[in-house]
């Protein structure tokens, strides 16, 4: 604990438990080890560069790069040039992967570019505004500040989410539809919109394609059908449907109720064909906004540190895309895709003749915690011949490797931009000194590139961002002084004297086909329900989600002695409290297929009979990913972070079952 | 320069024919303050065209997020033809007012409200208080030793931020921030009447029993110091606490994509506490729980 700061003693709600997190300390100096046998010890930066360039150049075609989510897009940067340009690999991505790359994917296919469409402000003055699959209340507050003014200005509220969140207590209808049932749900509007004569014909023939086909597709899923499969009552189905698309401006929302799921991209394609088939985008106050859960999930990918594209979010097979990287960089691009981070895991698999992947530098990343199968994540990096991990605290992830380097913390210790969910790319500034030896990521990267043959210049982080200005159009406008100038540029902004409008798409209204360009095609997606299926010995869906005042693997927010803190529960609602005979505080057992965890029950009248709610934010008491699946989206990557099958087991368990 | 190469110049040229809905020209509106004239854009409120011109008008409950509230009455000025004074923060300018701010009567006025809070209030946390005690000629004193004061002490129920309701001069600042300007949690209310109506939290239960979230958007905006982090009351309390030595730099949160601008105050290269430029397009000064106060995991140093 951490002297006065630390969480003290407390206990004023019932089942309040008393609780002091693990509480990480920052890494000061860099640490090495020959094997994992042995513990870590103090090294030099020298030693441990050294350890880290020859471990690399070891195991050149056999690399993995983990950028980093949370750090600046310059350090993203710098470390995609490294993977591409020193390792000779497009093997480069984030926790972007976990998370919303679903949204970039179904964006992209659309539309032809992966970022929310709209901003934060036209949500102030929209008419209608659908929340699904998120509880922005809690995960994303003040994004939720400007959905509350939009409320207050008129707007009315949908929220489409299994639970009845704090964001759906704010809703004039939440529709409490079954976990996996999106795509349903989403024809089912879809339908009655056509049905009801209310779709957007001219902006249909004008700006889209593979209408005929979607009518066909959406045709089955009637109202009384989708109520069967959602679980919703038709007419709140009809009432959404008929708001959605008489509403002079809609915006659609979505978090990851959406995108954790084994098909997370089929998920985000049915959402954006309501948007195609009301003409909700492209348009101020209309369009589709992904919120996004790091503060550079966005930027990490617009900066190329993912395996299929290059920085500006340009595409790594367009051969003149690749030659102009090649020119710049002075280098030879592979013409394929990389692996992603999903990808990267499964190469990790030992198997005859060694696994594909045998060397691994992860920055600021803990996928030991945040994978889903957090046990089969854990074997894959402990299989590794060499992992350097670079950090400012010794997570799990970091315990197991070879090498740690200490860095900065992006958002307090270094200069740079990160890039918000508006597509916002604001400047990151250094307010504090790192403690002991911790260096800047850039830096690292660059004396480890350095030492492989790679001499890399950067003054500063203005440095590295007009290099990426250079090679990327749609950043070409942002200088530093400029984005101090607008607190904050969105992209594209490919102009030094113009800014761009707020909304991206306004090219499908334009009446010349020329200048329209290509069209949004309807996604042909069909419905695939949950892999991990509930049974009599697995009768309870669990899905996942954040609190309030904590975040993702607790390593941050787990230092901050928060009142409204209480640790890991699994919530249930009264109903099923009752059924399996439990209540508030009592520890439980609860197993899924793949593993199980002990954690007390809290009550939530928010769930409903058969759903079961947990977090990931104090694995180290109970580690929620041991249940979860790794199903994972065949596009984007993405684990089925929302669908486990579970069952609840009261202590002690009986011998025989 | 220009970038020819660029793929998104179609994007520019198609949003031409959308309806971007612009602030329609607002007039500007000709009038004097002090027997100068001033041009303003119509919509300014008194209080805006003479901070444009530079004139200092105390304030109290005025925020710069927030509707007026006509609270504190600090901010009166003269405006000719009207039989009382009239607060500058909310009036809205007319063209062909005449107001003056400094008249006798303006002054008297201020000099009387600063005499009643400064005799029942704390201010010394409230900047700009002492110097406009000293301006006014205020003399709080003269009300005698007795004067009716709260003298309850500061409530200090969490770790994040301290209540002083003994510095609280009934603004309502902080209600509406937590209500349904802002952050829409309503756990700040009045609650008494007349000489005992006092700032409450769900009539008057502790913090931590009540449905804040602790989101400091309450402290962002009061403006005497009655709400303050804990961080700050703990510093002040040891004598540490010195703004003088202070650097304040703006940057991200790290907590979620939102990217909402922190403004963290750094005292000895410890961050102690946060804030929003009120200005800013997506926080316009608000944050949550994690971004005011979830930034102790950089400085667990040893």
Known sequence: ?657 | MTTAESPVRGTAQGARGTAVPLAPPRRLLEFTIDDEPVRVPEGSTILDACRARGKDVPTLCQGDTLTPKNACRVCMVEVEGSRTLVPACSRRAEAGMAVRTDTERARHSRKIVLELLASSVDLSTTPGAAEWLKEYGAEPDRFGPDAARLNEGPKVDNDLYVRDYDKCILCYKCVDACGDQWQNTFAISVAGRGFDARIAVEHDAPLTDSACVYCGNCIEVCPTGALSFKSEFDMRAAGTWDESQQTRTTTVCAYCGVGCNLTLHVQDNEIVKVTSPHDNPVTHGNLCIKGRFGYQHVQNRD
């Open chain 1, 1 to 657: 604990m951490n002297g006065t700061n630390g969480p003290t003693g407390r206990s004023t709600r019932a089942g309040k438990r008393e609780r002091s997190p693990r509480n990480y300390l920052r890494l000061t100096h860099p640490l090495v080890r020959d094997s994992r046998d042995e513990p870590f010890r103090r090294a030099t930066w020298e030693e441990a560069l050294t350890r880290v360039a020859e471990g690399l150049a070891a195991h050149r075609g056999a690399f993995g790069m983990f950028a980093c989510a949370r750090a600046t897009n310059e350090m993203n940067y710098v470390a995609q040039k490294f993977a591409r340009v020193v390792m000779g690999t497009h093997n480069v991505d984030s926790c972007n992967r976990t998370c919303h790359a679903p949204s970039v994917a179904g964006l992209s296919a659309a539309f032809g570019s992966g970022g929310g469409t709209s901003s934060y402000e036209e949500i102030e003055h929209t008419d209608l505004i659908v929340m699904w699959g998120s509880n922005a209340r809690f995960a994303h507050p003040i994004f939720f500040q400007h959905v509350l003014k939009g409320v207050r200005n008129g707007a009315r509220l949908y929220s489409v989410d299994p639970r009845r969140t704090s964001t759906a207590e704010w809703a004039e209808s939440w529709l409490g539809l079954n976990v996996g049932t999106d795509i349903p749900m989403a024809h089912a509007i879809g339908r009655e919109i056509i049905h009801a004569g209310l779709a957007n014909t001219a902006f249909i023939e004008r700006a889209t394609s593979g209408f005929e086909e979607y009518r066909k597709l959406v045709e089955p899923w009637t109202l009384s059908l989708a109520e069967k499969v959602t679980g919703v009552p038709a007419e709140a189905i009809k009432d959404l449907a008929h708001a959605y698309a008489r509403a002079e401006r809609a915006q659609l929302c979505w978090t990851l109720g959406i995108t954790e799921h084994h098909n997370g991209t089929d998920n985000v394609r049915a959402l954006i064909n309501l948007s195609l088939l009301t003409g909700h985008v492209g348009r101020y106050g209309s369009g589709l906004q992904p919120l996004r859960g790091q503060n550079n999930v966005q930027g990490g990918g617009d900066m190329g540190a993912i395996p299929n594209r290059l920085p500006g979010f340009q595409d790594v097979l367009d051969p003149e895309t690749r030659h102009r990287f090649e020119t710049a960089w002075g280098t030879t691009l592979q013409p394929h895709y990389g692996l992603n981070l999903t990808e990267m895991f499964e190469a990790m698999e030992p198997r005859p003749g060694g696994a594909a992947l045998k060397a691994v530098y992860c920055i600021g990343e803990n996928p030991a915690q945040s994978e889903a199968d957090s046990d089969q994540a854990v074997r894959r990096l402990s299989a590794l011949d060499f992992l350097v991990v670079q950090d400012i605290f010794l997570t799990k992830t970091a315990e197991l490797a070879h090498v740690v380097l200490p860095a900065t913390a992006g958002w307090a210790e270094t200069e740079g931009t990160t890039t918000n969910s508006e597509r916002r790319v604001q400047r990151v500034r250094k307010a504090v000194n790192p403690p002991g030896e911790a260096r800047e990521d850039i830096d690292i990267i660059c004396d480890i590139a350095a030492r492989l043959g790679h001499d890399w210049k950067y003054a500063d982080s203005e440095a590295v961002w007009n290099e990426l200005r250079s090679v990327s159009p749609q950043h070409y406008g942002m200088t530093y002084e400029r984005l101090e100038e607008h607190q904050g540029i969105q992209w594209p902004c490919p102009d030094l004297e113009a800014l761009e409008p707020s909304f991206l798409h306004g090219r499908l209204w334009d009446p010349d086909p020329g200048r329209r360009g290509p069209l949004a095609p309807f996604g042909l997606v069909q419905h695939d329900p949950p892999v991990d299926l509930t049974d009599e010995e697995f009768p309870i869906r669990l899905t996942t989600g954040r609190r309030l005042d904590s975040y993702n693997t607790g390593v941050q927010s787990g230092s901050f002695a928060s009142p409204l803190r209480r640790g890991e529960y699994v919530e249930l609602c009264p109903e099923d409290a009752e059924r399996y005979g439990v209540v508030l505080g009592e520890e439980v057992q609860v197993t899924s297929r793949r593993g199980s965890v002990r954690a007390p029950v809290w009550i939530d009248p928010g769930l409903r009979p058969g759903l079961a709610f947990m977090t990931m934010h104090f694995p180290d008491e109970v580690d929620t990913n041991r249940l979860t699946i790794e199903a994972n989206d065949p596009i984007a990557g993405t684990a089925e972070f929302k669908a486990a099958a579970i069952r609840i087991d009261k202590l002690p368990i009986a011998a025989i079952r």
